[in-house]
DNA sequence: AATTTTTTTTAGCTTTGCCTAAATTTTAAA
DNA sequence: TTTAAAATTTAGGCAAAGCTAAAAAAAATT
């Protein structure tokens, strides 16, 4: 079982794409991978013979558990790195996701399990984003946006789902990070901006700075 | 400038034939790598049309400043990852080779030179060879061969250049490691077997396991 | 229901890196 | 020095993973 890096990224980009969106297609697929459709189809009857995947000609496609298992795996592999990068090197947010796209087609299973360990089996990686376990099993946080978070609910931010530089730049001026606690104090309907409160200190954000904030109620 | 895998790995082999063995043929790098002769033959078109060796039909080859740069950087990464596999990851000595020999392809330079400082920049894997700093250059140790090393002259083990785990078991029990002290008290022709001193404690030694034991004199 | 548009697939070609078998060149031996 | 052996290269192919252009199927419009 041994898989190459082409085959890896594919059952990510499904797995991803499946989850994000509910459905996939060649197309959806292409774009995500940079790639032609062409290449999907050829890419997609390889997988089926593999039984990674099951695929009818025309009608759509969808992973085989065994895929799932592998698409976890990687997605595993990726956010161990991004934590590693992040939290030990030192290696700025928005710049880690690049290198953990290479590091992750690393394949010994012991490398990634002492380095799960060294790490402290962390449960989430730095863009919040859940690490699955060695069995593949990835803690179910129950996120929200923070934009249906309830009024005067306290939560703890717990993703930020974009990571430009400049969106970087804004939380950090305002002191917001993941695991920073937040809390709701007013909307505005106008524009859906909304008044919000973090560590004491009340301030407005505008809706396409709340849009790419998770919470966690807890 | 990136480089393949494939590409790579062939430049690394060549400087380290060229160290170890003075020369470089076309089947001594078809053995090292695992391949085919008719297979070295088409790279090492490749890499001349590139500039990384020089290279003319039936004359044998030699690696170019920027072919030898390659290698070299190579060999940083590779070395890098050894010594952080071992040292921080607590994996076997004799397990971190073929897990490096996938890392040191990962190409971003930051996450090369985060690690290093992560890592305290230290001057030597796990097996004692002298990584190449950031520019390339790499500490010259004039280690020799325990069995070149003069009989009475204190020295200090600083390679073993062999990593299977038989030897390991062997070595381990003799508590001998990179750093011990060790002392050459007799050589026996009739097997080139050595007797020498370890922390004060003599035992004999055979021939096969003298070979693999580099030290140098402090 | 017929036609147009969009999506997906097929066919055929390219590059990389490897292979085998045959040819060539160099080296060693008789 | 002629011949035999060994090393190296060429020629011709193969599989992976991509591509373009054309064909086929499905979906959307009229």
Redesign the pocket.
Known sequence: MNY????E?YLKAIFHLQLEEGTV????LAER??????????????LNTKKLLH??????FSLSPEGKKIALYVIRRHRLWEYFLSKKLNIGWSEVHPIAEELEHVSSRKLIDKLDEYLGFPGFDPHGDPIPDSKGKMRDVSKIPLEALPLHQPAEVCQVANQSPELLELLHHRHIGIGTRIEVKKRFGFDNSMEVKVKSQSFTISQQLASYLYVKKN
Do not use: F, I
């Open positions: 190459t890096t082409s085959e990224n297609t060649t197309n959806m991978l940079q790639t032609r459709p062409a290449s999907v189809t050829d890419m997609m009857k390889k695929y009818k000609p025309y009608y759509g």
